[in-house]
């Protein structure tokens, strides 16, 4: 399973990507707002930061809903960086659109991603990546897991090649669960992906090597 940083903020990108396993970054206009990137120049230049930054693929949202809007804007967003995948949210417009980019050589995310419905269509429009948003599922007191699972199966029924990308995580758990579940990919925020490293009992036993490495140094 490939680790993604679901983040704008620089500083949380370059800590994540230091520990040398992020494969990726996605963003969304909720988390540029959250770091204050304001103007298209400014959002166009934070992609530019971002790739520079980390060696894998970046999410970039196009925020139109038009079909020829979607499309313009995708190409602007794609011409950034090679590594720039334009992430589309799953309505009837960004259906057609994704299969517009799938057909021009532009990779897609398809995001707002709630059912299994939503994800065949993704995969027949040849998006990249399918970003079902679990966390947000959980706090309706539906299984956003569970979800994954789903699509895993039907993808794997299917043959379809798009990668189930597991977005909107709240936890460490949240991560083994899809992991477990057969997600491609986990984007994460950064004390999730950090919470993975905690144990109480890693932390007692490298306290009892320390003490006793001091008995024979
Ligand atoms: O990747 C999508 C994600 O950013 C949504 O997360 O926490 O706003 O539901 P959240």
């Known amino acids: 399973m490939k680790f993604f940083i679901d983040?704008?903020?620089l500083g949380q990108i370059k800590e994540a990507n230091e520990l040398g396993i992020l494969d990726g970054v996605t963003t969304n206009p909720s988390l540029m707002a959250k770091e204050g990137i304001k103007g298209h120049d400014a959002v166009m230049n934070h992609y530019k930061t971002i790739c520079e930054i980390v060696n894998g693929d970046v999410s970039a949202e196009v925020i139109s809903t038009e079909f020829k809007a979607i499309v313009e804007e995708g190409k602007k967003l794609a011409a950034i960086h090679p590594n720039i995948i334009?992430?589309?949210p799953m309505i009837k417009d960004g259906v057609k659109a994704m299969k517009w980019f799938t057909d021009n050589g532009i990779k897609t995310n398809c995001t707002l991603v709630f059912s299994a419905g939503?994800?065949?269509?993704?995969?027949?429009a040849g998006a990249k990546y399918?970003?079902?948003f679990i966390g947000r599922i959980d706090d309706g007191n539906w299984d956003g897991v569970e979800l994954?699972?789903?699509i895993a199966q039907i993808y794997s029924i299917q043959g379809f090649k798009t990668e189930i990308l597991a977005a909107s995580i709240r936890s460490s758990l949240h991560i083994v669960?899809?992991?477990?579940?057969?997600?491609d990919v986990c984007t994460s925020p950064?004390?999730?992906?950090?919470?993975?490293?905690?144990?109480?009992?890693t932390d007692i036993g490298l306290a009892k090597f320390l003490e006793d490495a001091k008995k024979s140094a």
């Open 148 to 150: 994954i699972s789903q």
């Open 118 to 124: 939503q994800a065949i269509l993704a995969a027949k």
């Open 7 to 9: 983040t704008a903020n």
């Open 190 to 201: 950064l004390d999730s992906i950090l919470g993975l490293l905690k144990h109480p009992l």
């Open 177 to 183: 669960k899809c992991a477990e579940a057969g997600a």
């Open 130 to 132: 399918v970003s079902p």
């Open 86 to 88: 334009v992430k589309v």
